[in-house]
């Protein structure tokens, strides 16, 4: 199946 | 020294309950602006962000920014207390490792306090980057969570695409597939039972539908919800606080290898 990216691939930690 | 005061405590009860499952511990950001918290869920896929504006306390005092550690399911417990009609009062002094609810009744009749303990979480706080979204569709709430609960029935994902004929939820699992497609539609005799769709380019982007059902328990806080994809983005499902604010969830997409 597809495979789930991560949140933090697109945000960044501040 | 923070105290802020909600005339319309379910609202806060509410919001609990829609982000507690998803979320063990959080903290509490509080400023002059606001009554915020943002935090991933364990498996750091999803993303919430929670803004109640100070405008919409009847009374609110906080001194200097604070962040208030809480354990979200201890937190549920304590507002499960609260009377869907009472008042909320949420209390702190500066430097304390408690929180203090209180409760009043409409009629002033029972007051309650209950006290938590607060607890250090080390979260990382994300930047979330203003984006233009491709399209973006606003549907009842309602509408939205039913779709959602209907299709994890037969599978586990949820391919959301938009085109200028309408916005479709397909999934497929062992038992066969399904697509649900909702057409823009504003004449209806409420604004919130309109599906609206703005659409600068055709989208179309999988998710785990376990993490969509999760974000209906918001359902309750408004008539209406948007949905906001872009393809190289996760999708924002937003839920606004009426006159408050926002509680919104960002969920990564699933994709091919």
């Given at each position: 199946g597809p495979k789930q990216l991560a949140i933090t691939r697109f945000f960044s930690k501040v | 020294m923070l105290e802020l005061r909600l005339v319309q405590g379910s609202l806060l009860k509410k919001v609990l309950e829609s982000i507690k499952d998803l979320v063990n511990d959080a903290n509490f950001d509080c400023s002059s602006s606001g009554f915020s918290l943002q935090a991933m869920d364990s498996s750091h896929v999803a993303l919430v962000a929670l803004l109640l504006r100070?405008?919409?306390?009847?009374h609110y005092r906080c001194d200097r920014n604070m962040s208030m550690g809480m354990n979200l399911g201890n937190m549920s417990k304590m507002l499960?207390?609260?009377?869907?009609d009472d008042i909320i009062t949420i209390k702190a002094d500066d430097g304390s490792d408690t929180v203090t609810f209180m409760f009043e009744s409409p009629t002033q009749d029972k007051i309650s306090d209950f006290e938590m303990k607060l607890m250090d979480i080390d979260s990382e706080h994300l930047g979330i980057p203003e984006a233009e979204y491709q399209s973006i569709v606003t549907m009842p709430s309602a509408e939205f969570a039913r779709i959602c609960k209907d299709l994890s029935g037969i599978g586990d994902t949820v391919v959301i695409s938009v085109t200028k004929e309408g916005v479709k939820f397909s999934t497929r699992g062992d038992i066969g597939t399904a697509n649900i497609v909702c057409r823009q539609n504003t004449?209806?005799?409420?604004?919130?039972e309109a599906t609206v769709i703005n659409m600068s380019e055709p989208v179309s982007l999988t998710f785990a539908l376990r993490y969509m059902n999760s974000f209906t328990?918001?359902?309750?806080?408004?008539n209406t919800v948007t949905i906001s994809l872009s393809s190289e983005l996760p999708v924002v499902v937003e839920y606004k606080i009426a006159e408050m604010g926002y509680i919104r969830f960002y969920l990564a997409p699933k994709i091919e290898e």
């Amino acid at each position: 199946g597809p495979k789930q990216l991560a949140i933090t691939r697109f945000f960044s930690k501040v | 020294m923070l105290e802020l005061r909600l005339v319309q405590g379910s609202l806060l009860k509410k919001v609990l309950e829609s982000i507690k499952d998803l979320v063990n511990d959080a903290n509490f950001d509080c400023s002059s602006s606001g009554f915020s918290l943002q935090a991933m869920d364990s498996s750091h896929v999803a993303l919430v962000a929670l803004l109640l504006r100070s405008e919409g306390f009847e009374h609110y005092r906080c001194d200097r920014n604070m962040s208030m550690g809480m354990n979200l399911g201890n937190m549920s417990k304590m507002l499960r207390c609260a009377g869907n009609d009472d008042i909320i009062t949420i209390k702190a002094d500066d430097g304390s490792d408690t929180v203090t609810f209180m409760f009043e009744s409409p009629t002033q009749d029972k007051i309650s306090d209950f006290e938590m303990k607060l607890m250090d979480i080390d979260s990382e706080h994300l930047g979330i980057p203003e984006a233009e979204y491709q399209s973006i569709v606003t549907m009842p709430s309602a509408e939205f969570a039913r779709i959602c609960k209907d299709l994890s029935g037969i599978g586990d994902t949820v391919v959301i695409s938009v085109t200028k004929e309408g916005v479709k939820f397909s999934t497929r699992g062992d038992i066969g597939t399904a697509n649900i497609v909702c057409r823009q539609n504003t004449t209806v005799d409420k604004p919130e039972e309109a599906t609206v769709i703005n659409m600068s380019e055709p989208v179309s982007l999988t998710f785990a539908l376990r993490y969509m059902n999760s974000f209906t328990k918001a359902t309750t806080l408004s008539n209406t919800v948007t949905i906001s994809l872009s393809s190289e983005l996760p999708v924002v499902v937003e839920y606004k606080i009426a006159e408050m604010g926002y509680i919104r969830f960002y969920l990564a997409p699933k994709i091919e290898e």
